[in-house]
């Protein structure tokens, strides 16, 4: 299957399945993949209709391979928002599985790529191709942990604030104090509110250090010098 | 006037010191010039100057040189950037001469001339809102509002300019809307001299309605509520009295 762009009446149709999805979980998924709701993506790209994803972290990788290997680059592709419509279109069964019967459908933008920076975030795929194509897969990890169907408080927390999402060396920073490469996991605590030190803190402290410091030409390890003394048992 | 304490020592690089223009070929913007006048600052000559290019999760800086000696770089090259059209730019003043980098001044959110003129201060955006007719969003420059229709609507373009009812119904309660949300999410550092351009602008418009009864205390934190609340009942009332749309409107509801 080739890459295609729901246009706007397959948007449109798009979010009518979802709707109606919350009445009947045995509603057929419409075929979007026609001329009158979607076109397809030039230069070609396919992609694996079998393809499973456990975590975001494998879509992101898998999308990102997808797209360098047709030398197609990332500032070509992330605001064409039908594009990643049509993808959470094409995975939607992954990215809103029916578990124990049960389906479990959230806010449309999780589906539905808005436009809307404050949104854009929440999407699913969009999300997942925009932290994995800056960060990589090392550094993305801290976003992309999660399972293909779910967000997480890393991503909402810095997600959102594009200044810092998009500074490598921050979050190279956030990857050293709250990763746990033993669990494969965040560090426990870190998205406590309560907890000193944790991930609101940290951009919160970010947000105060950018006013006086030029956060922008700094590496990792000046970044993590001048963090005060509350993220020291982070580093450990 | 509100008191805001600076305790960074930054300092705020007048915007009518820097001019950004776009290089453009056919509708492709290219690149950029910056236009820096930096001549009569005290910054010291060794400071670095930066220029960024930033929308979204993209950010791209330039080095200009030195306040003693601003160059503007060969490559300003814009197009490794996905979100061109909308790009916004700040300057940097950094002092390079201790361990870390101090930004002594700064200037951000400057829009590349080309995109200035004349300018509304409710642009509208029509968009899928599910089953929401309209929004307001603060999502322009420097977060100022934007009027969101629901495209679903047929006809909405023509509706939201010229159906009475529309302008009736929507109007007022989305000035009113605007303003609390100016007044007391936001709040006004300065009635005369405000340093978001947006409120100032509104500011203006909210004036040109209601010329008389202007809040004087609008700036500062010890207000009453029930004033300023009843101040913008008084602006929303005075600008349903001047549209001459009340007439037709009238005539509409009548005819069912």
């Known amino acids: 299957m080739y890459i295609r762009i729901l246009n706007k009446l397959g948007i449109h149709k798009f979010k009518d399945f979802i709707q109606k999805l919350k009445e009947d979980i045995n509603i057929k998924k419409p075929n979007l993949n026609i001329k009158q709701y979607s076109e397809e993506y030039i230069p070609q790209i396919e992609i694996n209709s079998e393809k499973n994803f456990i975590t975001r972290k494998e879509?992101?990788?898998?999308?990102?391979?997808?797209?360098?290997?047709?030398?197609?680059?990332?500032?070509?592709?992330?605001?064409?928002?039908?594009?990643?419509?049509?993808l959470a279109y094409f995975w939607f069964d992954q990215i809103c599985p029916i578990r124990n019967g049960n389906i479990d459908i959230h806010?449309?933008?999780?589906?539905?790529?808005?436009?809307?920076?404050?949104?854009?975030?929440?999407?699913?795929?969009?999300s997942t191709y925009d932290i994995y194509s800056i960060h990589r897969s090392k550094n993305s990890k801290i976003f992309l942990y999660s399972l293909v169907d779910k967000s997480n408080d890393f991503i909402e927390q810095f997600a959102s604030r594009q200044d810092i999402i998009s500074n490598a060396n921050i979050i190279v920073v956030a990857n050293q104090l709250y990763w746990n490469p033993e669990r494969d996991k965040p560090k426990k605590g870190s998205e406590s509110k309560r907890r000193p030190g944790n991930i609101r803190r940290f951009i919160k402290t970010i947000r105060q250090l950018e006013l006086t410091y030029d956060i922008y030409s700094m590496n990792s390890s000046?970044?993590?010098?001048?963090?005060?003394?509350?993220?020291?048992?982070?580093?450990? | 006037m509100k008191r805001r304490f600076n305790y960074t020592g930054r300092k705020t690089i007048p915007k009518d010191k820097i001019s950004i223009t776009l290089n453009k070929e056919g509708n492709n913007t290219k690149s950029f010039q910056a236009d820096l006048k930096f001549e009569r600052s005290n910054f010291p000559n060794n400071a670095v100057v930066y220029v960024e290019a930033y929308h979204k999760t993209?950010?791209?800086?330039?080095?200009?040189?030195?306040?003693?000696?601003?160059?503007?770089?060969?490559?300003t090259s814009l197009s490794d950037l996905a979100y061109i059209e909308d790009l916004k730019f700040r300057v940097l003043v950094v002092d390079e001469t201790s361990v870390h980098g101090r930004i002594i001044a700064h200037a951000d959110k400057i829009k590349p001339v080309s995109s200035r003129g004349k300018k509304s201060i409710l642009p509208v955006r029509f968009c899928d809102l599910g089953q929401q007719i309209w929004r307001v969003v603060y999502s322009g420059d420097e977060d100022s509002p934007v009027l969101e229709l629901n495209e679903n609507i047929p006809g909405i373009h023509i509706i939201a300019k010229n159906d009475p009812q529309f302008t009736m119904l929507v109007y007022p309660a989305v000035i009113r809307e605007i303003l609390k949300h100016m007044v007391f999410i936001e709040r006004i550092d300065s009635i005369s001299d405000p340093s978001t351009?947006?409120?100032?602008?509104?500011?203006?418009?909210?004036?040109?309605?209601?010329?008389?009864d202007f809040p004087e205390n609008l700036d500062e934190d010890d207000f009453d509520n029930d004033d300023i609340l009843h101040w913008i009942d008084k602006v929303i009332e005075e600008f349903c009295n001047n549209r001459n749309e009340w007439s037709e409107y009238v005539m509409q509801v009548g005819e069912g």
Not at chain 1, 73 to 81: P, Q, T, V
């Open chain 1, 59 to 86: 879509m992101g990788k898998y999308l990102t391979d997808c797209f360098e290997k047709k030398h197609i680059n990332r500032a070509d592709i992330i605001d064409i928002n039908g594009l990643w419509s049509w």
């Open chain 1, 107 to 126: 806010e449309i933008a999780r589906y539905i790529c808005s436009s809307d920076y404050r949104d854009y975030y929440r999407h699913l795929v969009a």
């Open chain 1, 222 to 236: 000046d970044i993590l010098a001048i963090l005060p003394e509350e993220f020291n048992n982070w580093e450990m």
């Open chain 2, 58 to 75: 993209e950010n791209k800086r330039y080095n200009f040189g030195t306040i003693w000696n601003i160059i503007q770089p060969i490559n």
């Open chain 2, 197 to 212: 351009e947006w409120h100032k602008d509104w500011l203006d418009f909210v004036r040109k309605i209601l010329p008389n």
